[in-house]
Structure formats: C-alpha cells, structure tokens
C-alpha cells in the first residue's frame, strides 16, 4: 500500500481558493485510483472526488462540481485538490486515500489514508 502524505490546508475567507497536495510513496502509483474526503464536525466523512490512475479520468461529488478539480502527476506520484469558490460549508478535514483499481466514492473501499488537513473558511 503506499504512504500518503497531505499538505496545503489552512484558513481562507469565503470565495477564495486553496491547492491541497498529496505525495505518495511508492512505485506503484499509477496503478491507484486516487481519491479526496472529507469530514466536518459531526458529520460522516464524505467523497469529495477521484481520480483514475490508468485512464485519468475524474469524478465529483455535486457539491463541489464546477470548483473543485483533482488532477494527478504520477511522475510524481502527488495528486493535488485546486478548490475555488469555496464557502463556509466546505470546513472540514480533508483526507488523500488511495486504492487499487476501479474508482469508487465509498470510503470503505480505500486502503490507504493520509492524515488529513485542515480546511476552514470564514465568512
């Protein structure tokens, strides 16, 4: 399983923008879909998007579609979250996991999860 490692959170006002980064170890990772959550307080943890390793192709959740975009270097085994347009509600800690094969938006079906890191946005 690879090591996952996030970077890039912090505190921004509503309507500003923020660049999560996520390093993998690894040889394997292109071999990953990848995949970013999220966890307010007191809420479940939620897909936010994912990412093919083979195909690159890239998935959403309604909530962020049209600000998010997830995108990936595997040359660099880093796979990065560029939010825009972010509002108070998308507070929460951010998560990097990764699993072998197929994309999926259920949690449970990834293996491997970064710490996470903070995001809040004031209003």
């Known amino acids: 399983q690879v090591q996952l490692v996030e970077s890039g959170g912090g505190l921004v006002q509503a309507g500003g923008s923020l660049k999560l980064s996520c390093a993998a170890s690894?040889?394997?990772?292109?071999?990953?879909?990848m995949g970013w959550f999220r966890q307010a307080p007191g809420k479940e943890r939620e897909f936010v998007a994912a990412?093919?390793?083979?195909?690159?192709?890239?998935y959403y959740a309604d909530a962020v579609k049209g600000r998010f975009t997830i995108s990936r270097v595997n040359a660099g085994n880093t796979v990065y979250l560029q939010m825009s347009s972010l509002k108070p509600e998308d507070t929460a800690v951010y998560y990097c996991?990764?699993?072998?094969?197929?994309?999926?938006?259920?949690?449970?079906?990834?293996?491997?999860w970064g710490q996470g890191t903070q995001v809040t946005v004031s209003s």
């Open positions: 996991a990764g699993r072998l094969g197929y994309v999926t938006f259920k949690s449970a079906d990834f293996a491997s």
């Open positions: 690894g040889r394997t990772f292109v071999t990953y879909t």
């Open positions: 990412i093919s390793g083979t195909t690159g192709g890239t």
